[in-house]
């Protein structure tokens, strides 16, 4: 027998650049095999922020093996994503630059921080003389495989990207002053790949850093990326996680459609996904706008994206969770937490899903096949 939608129960909110506005309640009576229009009683939607409206259902009386009050279903509309980036402004505030043949120091306010040019590396940056990050920002593109990558060979298919931010080579550092502040580009090679990358480092006006980064793999014969972007670490008193995004759970490029858009609030105990039965890459959170990580006193820093952004956050690192080119006999309980979180803020990585498991790849656009990727976030103190 069809159960009309008499059984449930429906409800409305409205976001306004991840926040919730306003919601609301509405009933459907309809028989089986029939459809109808519903208006929704919303208040006036401007061009003043990302709007979304998302919908549930939920069972309405218990049934047998479904309690009342079950969500049993949801649907996301909107979301002006060009919108919500293009909104966005440089930043203004005095920033004093002092340059010498191997460095560039800079301050903007109680922010500060220095530039080897020699290394072509964020070496300080700190806010009231305490550092911000733990360690800066690099290039990465492996990801600890999960049980459909050993299904598809993915370990040793792309095993060359596993290794390939370690050996870079500094080819040229050029600083100069630009409108939104001072520009760092450094151009490299990744030496084990034969491919070449730029990093831009442009120092904004209020002491923030807008890191923009690019691949090009040109004619190179290179299997596809696991993932483009870049990992660092912070300290793991910076617990407290507030993003802008999908969620709450983890989600993936081709995983992502049940979690909705939204401003969620969480711990870095909140992140780990323990119950798979070994280690494997996890906790990924899609589409972006920024995510923060502040302790106790609401100190940290923020991580804003040019362009949606990915980010992970755990106390174990990429390799921690790598058991190599076979699976280990391993499980969480085997794991040692780090005394940092690592961190990975990425423009993407490869979707998750085959449609099995035992050889067929994520389907063709989840996959990072392209020659050229590039990407920027914005790093900002918080507080």
């Not at 003043?48 to 009050?69: M, S, W």
């Not at 299997?223 to 912070?234: D, I, V």
């Not at 858009?261 to 039965?277: M, P, R, T, W």
């Amino acid at each position: 027998n069809f159960i009309t939608l008499n059984n449930y129960a429906f409800k409305w909110v409205l976001r306004k650049d991840g926040k919730e506005i306003q919601s609301g309640n509405f009933e459907v009576a309809l028989s089986p095999e029939s459809s109808k229009e519903v208006k929704l009683n919303l208040p006036s939607i401007g061009k003043d922020g990302e709007y979304v409206l998302q919908i549930f259902a939920y069972t309405r009386n218990d049934e047998p093996l479904i309690p009342a009050g079950h969500e049993a279903a949801r649907e996301e509309f909107g979301g002006r994503t060009n919108d919500y980036f293009t909104r966005m402004k440089s930043p203004e505030g005095n920033l004093e630059i002092k340059t010498s043949e191997f460095a560039v120091e800079f301050s903007s306010g109680p922010i500060a921080g220095r530039f080897d040019l020699r290394r072509g590396e964020l070496t300080s940056y700190t806010k009231d003389g305490k550092p911000v990050l733990e360690t800066f920002p690099s290039l990465y593109f492996w990801r600890a495989p999960i049980d459909n990558d050993f299904g598809s060979n993915m370990q040793e298919l792309l095993g060359v990207w596993r290794t390939a931010h370690i050996n870079r080579k500094v080819v040229s550092v050029k600083p100069e002053p630009v409108s939104e502040g001072y520009l760092i580009e450094v151009n490299g090679m990744l030496t084990d790949v034969e491919v070449p990358y730029t990093l831009r480092y442009t120092i904004l006006k209020n002491g923030s850093i807008k890191v923009e980064a690019r691949i090009d793999k040109g004619s190179r014969q290179l299997p596809e990326l696991p993932r483009f972007g870049m990992r660092l670490q912070l300290p793991k008193t910076l617990e407290n996680i507030t993003y802008y995004g999908r969620g709450p759970w983890e989600n993936y490029s081709d995983r992502n459609t049940a979690s909705f858009l939204g401003e969620y609030q969480q711990k870095l105990s909140d992140q780990f996904v323990a119950n798979y039965i070994r280690p494997q890459e996890n906790a990924y959170r899609t589409d972006n706008r920024w995510v923060q990580f502040t302790n106790a006193q609401g100190v940290g820093v923020q991580f804003r994206g040019v362009q949606p952004i990915c980010f992970s956050a755990l106390p174990y690192t990429a390799e921690d969770l790598d058991p190599g080119l076979t699976k280990k006999s391993q499980h969480p309980s085997d794991l040692n937490e780090r005394d940092f979180i690592s961190v990975h803020i990425d423009l993407n990585q490869r979707g998750v899903g085959g449609d099995n498991s035992w050889g067929a790849q994520p389907h063709e656009q989840y996959r990072l096949k392209d020659k050229v990727y590039s990407y920027a976030y914005v790093i900002e103190p918080v507080k």
